[in-house]
């Protein structure tokens, strides 16, 4: 059987900066620039025929068809990270280590990360601290952090707390800023 789709790299640009609204954030996420990921896009609107976004002086508003090919695309990659996890489970399958900002502890919930069995399954362990370059050595794969750093090769979310209105930002290299465990993370952290 032979499957026709588009480019793989045009594809995973496409999810992110429909994720993202962004071509830039996409680009943080994906550890390319903007401008490919721009391009990349372009190829894959050339190769469907369609156009996914409207591209604004202020962002990106997705198109009807690329409203409605986002989620069978992030389902698609959801059911690619499935299958390589059945077989290769420490490929995408290990925890993380989080360093987290001291003055950032009281405003996270009770106990965080254990106050959620669901997070044991993505958290190794977290310490206190706001060193970028740990994550540059590899000592910790993320921090939370109250200021963004800034550091363009860098992916920072912000996330914001119910409760709380000032966001917080999680910083990681762009191969883990949407990995299932960063994903998890972000969910509890803003729900």
Request: aromatic share 6%.
């Amino acid at each position: 059987m032979t499957y026709r789709f588009p480019s793989l790299n045009g594809l995973k640009a496409f999810e992110a900066a429909a994720r993202h609204l962004s071509f830039k954030a996409a680009a943080a996420e994906l550890g390319v620039t903007a401008g490919a990921v721009s391009q990349q896009i372009k190829r894959l609107e050339a190769s469907l025929g369609i156009a996914l976004f409207r591209r604004l002086p202020q962002g990106l508003l997705l198109t009807k068809e690329g409203a409605a090919y986002r989620p069978e695309i992030s389902r698609a990659f959801d059911i690619l990270t499935d299958a390589t996890e059945a077989v290769a489970p420490t490929l995408n399958g290990r925890k993380l280590s989080i360093g987290v900002s001291e003055n950032l502890l009281p405003r996270l919930p009770k106990g965080w990360p254990r106050h959620s069995d669901a997070l044991n399954a993505y958290i190794r362990e977290t310490r206190i601290s706001e060193d970028v370059k740990l994550i540059w050595s590899n000592d910790i794969d993320a921090l939370l952090l109250e200021r963004q750093t800034r550091h363009r090769s860098l992916s920072e979310q912000a996330i914001a707390l119910e409760k709380d209105m000032r966001p917080f930002f999680f910083v990681t290299r762009p191969g883990l800023a949407s990995c299932r465990q960063s994903r998890a993370i972000i969910e509890d952290l803003s729900g």
